[in-house]
């Protein structure tokens, strides 16, 4: 029995476990469109290609699942480019139908033609069109088990005249889900072993590739007494029911969690590929396991590296461990843990009258929302309040851009969590700048019927930016943002919408907030001069801020220095 190409290819990705397919109907993809809606798999009618990759992506990272999106030639094609790098840099499965112009058309500059290949190859891990009828289903069930295997973007080139052609004789070719087991060898765990009995001030460094392996790494720091830090991708794995829980290092990390890694003489770096290689030991005893070979010393050198998946490295490891009952170097952590704590309760204290502090606000959501709450946040500041602030219980999710670092994922990737997971609250910590950017699909939240919770902090400027800019010492230029009432533009759109410009009527509005049963945008007037403290200040950001202070009383900006040290460190508790 002949088949048209467009069922083949969609009845390929229904069968490869896709769900949803995310996208904008056109011309180029009608015949694609048309098979889907006689599917199994649920067409999402975004209102931006872009927020429609971020939408899948989050879906298919949290869920694990493989998902889809799809666009019509040229233009809507292209439009999916930033979602795209996004997805295939967290190592999220899904498979990008881009349509083309027919292929009689091809190579001779015909309207809305783009060379797709060339444009996505550099960020997915497949990339291929289809170029005959009776390739189709080959191609596309080797764009899903790229994606699954190799953990990314597979993007499906398919010119339209291919999508509406027959195919007499379609060989059957299926996409595999594997889950093979994969640790060093027994030599290698004996090296690991011996190193680790050498060392005296044993830390741990878990990354990304802790997942899945939560109680076999709390049995780790057990057994050496050794305290944890994390990567921020690893927050959600490794902070909830942790004893030797130290937080993250970096930038946006916790004093405690950088105590751990600069004073340990042995460190074990498990599923950790953090970039910044001034926050790793210079004279310690490094040991790195990765799932990926090509990650082994690249931050920094390492004494040694082996490839595995941490749960089943861990299985291996810990019975070569004898117990140790030294636990100095933990306890000492420990210390260090307690009052990062306490000062980090202290940000997290209301202000007075109309400042509100975004700590504030970020601990109001993390005490009201469900126990198996999915937070997303922008890139900026909102996303060291996500890292920061919001609690992770084994339950809850957090999602952020910590890869390729974008303006306004949240609001879109709150859209995919929502349509992946209907019987969750799914909460968006936008930027003022993140959600302005992307802002048409908030009509999609309303179209779908997703209950997604927004929260804008609002403090009219592009705040990352601008407090980079104050720590070189520059006066900060062209980061202000003229905003609207955004609580009463959402009630425009159908949402239920508030502001919020002063702290005593902070805590109960968060409250009405989260409890609307459907989609709901708060907009809140947070302090615009907040810093963004690390957990180590070095001489260079203090002389550079105040270098900034210094530019700015002489061009007359009192107000501005005026404020800074008021919200900052006067007016705290």
Request: glycine residues 8%; proline residues 5%; negative net charge.
């Amino acid at each position: 029995m002949s088949k048209r190409v467009a069922e083949i290819v969609v009845e390929t990705l229904q069968a490869a476990g896709v769900r949803h397919c995310y996208g904008i109907v056109g011309d180029t993809l009608n015949y694609v469109t048309d098979a889907i809606h006689h599917s199994d798999i649920e067409w999402v009618h975004m209102r931006h290609e872009e927020v429609a990759a971020f939408a899948a992506g989050a879906e298919s990272l949290i869920s694990g699942q493989l998902t889809a999106c799809a666009g019509s030639c040229g233009p809507g094609g292209l439009h999916f480019i930033n979602g795209v790098f996004e997805t295939n840099r967290n190592r999220a499965p899904m498979v990008l139908i881009a349509s083309q112009v027919v292929t009689a058309e091809l190579g001779m500059e015909f309207p809305q033609e783009v060379d797709f290949k060339a444009v996505y190859a550099s960020c997915s891990v497949f990339c291929e069109q289809v170029h005959s009828p009776e390739q189709a289903r080959r191609v596309v069930a080797l764009a899903c088990q790229a994606a699954i295997s190799r953990r990314g973007v597979a993007v499906v080139i398919l010119p339209a005249d291919i999508s509406e052609a027959m195919v007499k004789h379609d060989v059957p070719f299926s996409v595999h889900h594997t889950q093979p087991v994969l640790r060093p060898s027994d030599d290698e765990l004996q090296r690991i072993a011996a190193l680790i009995g050498e060392g005296k001030r044993v830390g741990i460094y878990a990354g990304a590739g802790c997942e899945h392996a939560h109680d076999a790494l709390v049995a780790l720091g057990e057994r050496l007494q050794a305290p944890i830090a994390h990567t921020s991708r690893a927050k959600d794995f490794v902070e909830h029911d942790n004893p030797y829980n130290m937080g993250m290092t970096g930038i946006f990390g916790i004093e405690s969690g950088y105590h751990t890694l600069m004073a340990c003489d042995t460190l074990l770096l498990l599923g950790a590929d953090f970039a910044w290689g001034q926050y790793y030991p210079d004279k310690a005893t490094l040991i790195q396991v990765d799932r990926d070979g090509s990650h082994l010393g690249r931050r920094h050198p390492v004494t040694l590296g082996v490839v595995g998946d941490i749960g089943p490295t861990l299985d291996a490891l810990l019975p070569m461990l004898p117990p140790r009952q030294d636990r100095s170097f933990l306890d000492e952590c420990i210390e260090h843990r307690e009052k990062a704590l306490a000062t980090r309760e202290k940000e997290e204290q209301p202000g007075e009258g109309e400042l509100i502090h975004p700590q504030h606000l970020t601990a109001l959501i993390n005490r009201h929302a469900n126990d198996d709450a999915l937070f997303t946040a922008d890139g900026g500041s909102p996303m060291v309040w996500i890292l920061r602030h919001i609690r992770t219980n084994g339950r809850r999710r957090t999602l952020t851009s910590l890869l390729h670092g974008t303006m306004a994922n949240a609001m879109p990737q709150a859209l995919g969590l929502q349509k992946a997971y209907p019987g969750r609250q799914v909460i968006s910590l936008s930027g003022d700048g993140g959600i302005a950017m992307l802002l048409g699909d908030l009509l999609t939240a309303v179209q779908e019927d997703l209950p997604i919770k927004v929260v804008v902090y609002n403090n009219s400027s592009l705040n990352f930016v601008e407090l980079e800019q104050k720590v070189e010492g520059l006066l900060d230029n062209y980061t202000d943002l003229k905003n609207p009432d955004f609580g009463r533009l959402a009630e425009v759109i159908g949402f239920y919408g508030r502001t919020v410009t002063r702290s005593e009527d902070l805590e109960q509005a968060v409250k009405d907030f989260l409890a609307h049963p459907g989609p709901a945008l708060l907009d809140v007037h947070t302090s615009p001069t907040e810093l963004v403290m690390p957990p180590q200040v070095e001489a260079k950001q203090v002389a550079g801020t105040a270098l900034y202070a210094a530019k700015a009383l002489l061009s007359g900006r009192v107000g501005d220095v005026r404020d800074l040290l008021a919200n900052n460190f006067l007016n705290k508790p």
